[in-house]
């Protein structure tokens, strides 16, 4: 298995923002040759962090800041450290990502509040701090481990 | 947001002519789908085949249009592919849609 360097890519926020740092991202880990498996929860784990940050850190596009992603390959899978400078997490603590019931009328159906979940489901050691003022998210991706 | 509308034998049809449906186009993607749906036949079928990704909001936005059909009107998906069949598995939407593997498949299915 190929060993890749640590890297860190780093976006000015936006909607289209996030789709350009997910392709950054999932360019810079080309090397690992992951699975379609492996990349599909990379970039969905990510998808779902960076949309956050535009949606909840950043909810005024027009003074939004800038987010980091910086990831380090280990035994035990890719370490990523995703900081912003936008509004602290509510709590000062991540979502505990329930799955909303799908076992309901179709007008009650959740139509949002997946995206936690699905971090939650498929990151290990999700782990938030706010740093002055920096909101740090940790989590591991167990890929391309070796 | 591109999608392809045909109608075949009481199916409305519409296939996404996208790689994504994610928060970036995910509220145009509910807008189209109501233009497309608004009338028609009871059952559409989404053919999915060509999209790589949906996040949260693209799954969002599927759902809502489903929502928007009514309880009298069905909605199944076609085709998808390895990482959008994983998000409806894991948020256990798999089980509020028919799900078809091809485009065929579900035609076959649902013509009979």
Same mark, same amino acid.
């Given at each position: 298995m190929a060993h890749l360097p640590p890297f860190e890519i780093s976006v000015k926020c936006s909607e289209l923002a996030v789709r350009d740092a997910l392709e950054q991202f999932l360019h810079a880990l080309?090397?690992?040759?992951?699975?379609v498996e492996e990349a599909g929860t990379v970039e969905l784990v990510l998808a779902e962090t960076l949309n956050n940050i535009v949606e909840?850190?950043?909810?005024d596009p027009d003074t939004a800041g800038d987010f980091t992603v910086a990831c380090t390959h280990q035994k035990d899978g890719l370490h990523l450290q995703i900081t912003d400078q936008g509004l602290a997490m509510p709590d000062g603590t991540t979502p505990v990502g329930q799955c909303a019931s799908v076992d309901v009328d179709l007008d009650d159906l959740?139509?949002?509040?997946?995206g936690w979940f699905l971090i939650q489901g498929l990151a290990k050691d999700v782990s938030y701090q706010r740093i002055g003022p920096d909101n740090q998210l940790t989590m591991r991706l167990a890929v391309a481990v070796h | 947001m591109q999608l392809f509308t045909k109608t075949e034998e009481q199916l409305r049809i519409v296939s996404v002519k996208e790689d994504r449906i994610d928060a970036a186009v995910a509220l145009e993607f509910k807008d189209a789908m109501r233009v497309e749906t608004?009338?028609?036949?009871d059952t559409v079928v989404l053919d999915?085949? +060509?999209? +790589?990704f949906i996040d949260s909001s693209g799954l969002g936005a599927i759902v809502a249009a489903m929502k928007s059909l009514g309880a009298e009107r069905k909605m199944a998906l076609a085709g998808l592919t390895p990482t959008v069949e994983r998000v409806f598995q894991l948020t256990r939407m798999d089980t509020v849609f028919s799900v078809f593997s091809t485009l065929d498949g579900a035609l076959a299915e649902l013509q009979h």
């Open positions: 080309q090397p690992l040759q992951l699975s909840h850190a950043y909810p959740p139509e949002g509040g997946f | 608004e009338d028609g036949p999915l085949s +060509q999209v +790589q």
